[in-house]
């Protein structure tokens, strides 16, 4: 088709010149026109990064290489699963998973899982950033993401790979609300591109190409993408623990000379809510201040220093202070004993460090999904939301605003329990009980589940002192350990 419109082109331009026409303006505007078309075309061909290639090769990444997040890589290998085994997935006709998203905060370690998920897969891999996608030309992104979707083909194809992974960093970029952006056609024309590709990734198809996307955002994805059979697993990446600070300090002093492998362990515990990524630079600067003092070893003082230049250097959030710590850790402390007594299995990890805008929190175990809900469980629900400030008040003689947020979650339920006629109230109508009478009933029953839950925590407070104590100390506690302090 592009040769017989050339060739057309070309017969009227020697046409014109022949009957004394001047085609000079003519060539101009054609040679700007083909010119704006080669331009356009490059746009839509970037290089995506390829490790493994070129001046980027490193040495291959595996778990092991990844400290500190357990939960997340076992969570993550069970998502890969798919790939590894495709002929199962496929005869038990189980859709294919198509994404998984990595969910966390900058330097967490998001790009090493998933080069790590490609080499235990044996996967091809190819990565580009949400932020390559969008150009102002309209139509530009879409483009990129189908070169890209055939690039991870062709490239597992040449490796002789059966699948693929492709990590997208900055998912939030490329897959935010749909409307939400000034320029919002090229963003919505990107996306739905997105949308498509994955569409049409098939279990029985070779190769199997599996998406795994990066953001610390996920609340603000284009609720589109977290549909089944697009990103339907997440996987939490948070800032790890003093433990797995440990672990990551010694996966990146492996290949240096440490005088003292002792001071890791006291580096871990004064470097709390530094990522892997700052870690990883610690243990850098600590070497080049080691060899600018001419030392052939790093010692402790190198690592101290260290920390120095990284808070600065990262403008790092300030560390709470070892009184918040305190607070802190008694307060999940008392959410978590009150949880447990009063139903058992439901704590399932307890951390102090900071996730979001909650300075520390207990997840609870997976339960079921429930629809209806009795007095006796609202009342327990509340008790728990409570006892993070009683379990502060026990410790300290005072509560802090840590549990405002606990509090209007008390207080929505209360009134559940007023407007569903399971308060002293009896049947109420919701609409049109004075807001008065509302209120002074909530304000009873808080009141009233407050007085039963102190008492609970009194009788509890050697454990509540002492769990808190190892949160102080440890940061963290799983299951298994917390149980000990029941
Ligand atoms: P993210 O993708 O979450 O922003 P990266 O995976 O790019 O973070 O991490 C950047 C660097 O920080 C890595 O190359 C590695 O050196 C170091 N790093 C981050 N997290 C970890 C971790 N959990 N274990 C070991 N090293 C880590």
Same mark, same amino acid.
């Given at each position: 088709?592009?040769?017989? *419109?050339?060739?057309?082109?070309?017969?009227?331009?020697?046409?014109?010149?022949?009957?004394?026409?001047?085609?000079?303006?003519?060539?101009?505007?054609?040679?700007?026109?083909?010119?704006?078309?080669?331009?356009?075309?490059?746009?839509?061909?970037?290089? #995506?990064?390829?490790?493994?290639?070129?001046?980027?090769?490193?040495?291959?990444?595996?778990?092991?290489?990844?400290?500190?997040?357990?939960?997340?890589?076992?969570?993550?290998?069970?998502?890969?699963?798919?790939?590894?085994?495709?002929?199962?997935?496929?005869? =038990?006709?189980?859709?294919?998973?198509?994404?998984?998203?990595?969910?966390?905060?900058?330097?967490?370690?998001?790009?090493?899982?998933?080069?790590?998920?490609?080499?235990?897969?044996?996967?091809? #891999?190819?990565?580009?950033?949400?932020?390559?996608?969008?150009?102002?030309?309209?139509?530009?992104?879409?483009?990129?993401?189908?070169?890209?979707?055939?690039?991870?083909?062709?490239?597992?194809?040449?490796?002789?790979?059966?699948?693929?992974?492709?990590?997208?960093?900055?998912?939030?970029?490329?897959?935010?609300?749909?409307?939400?952006?000034?320029?919002?056609?090229?963003?919505?024309?990107?996306?739905?591109?997105?949308?498509?590709? =994955?569409?049409?990734?098939?279990?029985?198809?070779?190769?199997?190409?599996?998406?795994?996307?990066?953001?610390?955002?996920?609340?603000?994805?284009?609720?589109?993408?977290?549909?089944?059979?697009? #990103?339907?697993?997440?996987?939490?990446?948070?800032?790890?623990?003093?433990?797995?600070?440990?672990?990551?300090?010694?996966?990146?002093?492996?290949?240096?000379?440490?005088?003292?492998?002792?001071?890791?362990?006291?580096?871990?515990?004064?470097?709390?809510? #530094?990522?892997?990524?700052?870690?990883?630079?610690?243990?850098?600067?600590?070497?080049?201040?080691?060899?600018?003092?001419?030392?052939?070893?790093?010692?402790?003082?190198?690592?101290?220093?260290?920390?120095?230049?990284?808070?600065?250097?990262?403008?790092?959030?300030?560390?709470?202070?070892?009184?918040?710590? +305190?607070?802190?850790?008694?307060?999940?402390?008392?959410?978590?004993?009150?949880?447990? =007594?009063?139903?058992?299995?439901?704590?399932?990890?307890?951390?102090?460090?900071?996730?979001?805008?909650?300075?520390?929190?207990?997840?609870?175990?997976?339960?079921?999904?429930?629809?209806?809900?009795?007095?006796?469980?609202?009342?327990?629900?509340?008790?728990? =939301?409570?006892?993070?400030?009683?379990?502060?008040?026990?410790?300290?003689?005072?509560?802090?605003?840590?549990?405002?947020?606990?509090?209007?979650?008390?207080?929505?339920?209360?009134?559940?329990?007023?407007?569903?006629? *399971?308060?002293? *109230?009896?049947?109420?109508?919701?609409?049109?009980?004075?807001?008065?009478?509302?209120?002074?009933?909530?304000?009873?029953?808080?009141?009233?589940?407050?007085?039963?839950?102190?008492?609970?925590?009194?009788?509890? +407070?050697?454990?509540?002192?002492?769990?808190?104590?190892? *949160?102080?100390?440890?940061?963290?506690?799983?299951?298994?350990?917390?149980?000990?302090?029941?």
């Amino acid at each position: 088709m592009k040769e017989i *419109l050339l060739g057309i082109g070309l017969a009227i331009v020697i046409f014109l010149a022949v009957i004394g026409i001047n085609v000079i303006p003519v060539i101009l505007i054609v040679v700007l026109a083909a010119f704006f078309y080669l331009f356009m075309l490059n746009q839509g061909s970037i290089k #995506f990064e390829e490790p493994g290639s070129g001046s980027r090769r490193g040495p291959k990444i595996d778990f092991t290489d990844i400290g500190g997040q357990d939960s997340a890589v076992n969570e993550l290998k069970e998502a890969l699963e798919f790939v590894v085994k495709p002929e199962a997935i496929y005869h =038990m006709g189980i859709r294919p998973l198509r994404g998984v998203l990595l969910v966390g905060p900058p330097g967490t370690g998001k790009t090493l899982m998933a080069k790590a998920a490609a080499s235990y897969t044996g996967s091809a #891999f190819i990565a580009a950033s949400g932020s390559e996608f969008i150009e102002v030309y309209a139509g530009v992104g879409a483009k990129r993401i189908r070169k890209l979707f055939n690039d991870a083909r062709k490239k597992a194809h040449k490796e002789k790979k059966r699948s693929a992974i492709i990590f997208i960093d900055e998912m939030d970029i490329l897959g935010g609300k749909r409307g939400s952006h000034t320029s919002h056609l090229e963003y919505d024309q990107t996306l739905n591109q997105l949308l498509v590709e =994955m569409d049409g990734i098939s279990s029985n198809q070779e190769p199997y190409v599996l998406i795994i996307g990066a953001t610390n955002r996920a609340d603000m994805l284009d609720p589109a993408l977290l549909r089944p059979g697009r #990103f339907d697993r997440q996987v939490q990446v948070g800032l790890p623990d003093k433990g797995g600070r440990k672990t990551i300090l010694d996966i990146h002093t492996r290949n240096k000379p440490v005088s003292n492998i002792e001071v890791l362990d006291e580096i871990a515990r004064a470097t709390f809510g #530094f990522s892997g990524a700052h870690l990883e630079s610690l243990a850098n600067e600590a070497a080049i201040l080691a060899l600018r003092e001419g030392s052939s070893e790093i010692a402790n003082q190198h690592f101290r220093e260290a920390i120095d230049k990284v808070i600065m250097g990262e403008k790092l959030d300030r560390r709470p202070t070892p009184v918040e710590m +305190e607070r802190i850790s008694i307060h999940e402390s008392g959410h978590a004993l009150v949880s447990e =007594m009063l139903e058992p299995g439901t704590v399932s990890s307890l951390t102090i460090i900071p996730r979001g805008k909650a300075l520390g929190f207990m997840r609870k175990a997976p339960q079921d999904d429930q629809y209806l809900y009795t007095r006796d469980e609202l009342d327990r629900q509340i008790m728990v =939301m409570l006892a993070g400030a009683l379990a502060e008040e026990i410790k300290f003689g005072n509560r802090s605003t840590g549990a405002r947020n606990d509090f209007s979650q008390a207080w929505k339920l209360s009134r559940e329990i007023v407007e569903a006629g *399971l308060s002293s *109230l009896g049947i109420i109508s919701g609409d049109d009980i004075p807001g008065e009478m509302l209120y002074r009933e909530c304000h009873k029953i808080i009141g009233d589940l407050e007085k039963i839950t102190l008492d609970m925590l009194r009788k509890m +407070e050697h454990s509540l002192h002492s769990l808190a104590k190892y *949160l102080v100390d440890e940061e963290s506690i799983d299951r298994e350990h917390f149980l000990q302090f029941i």
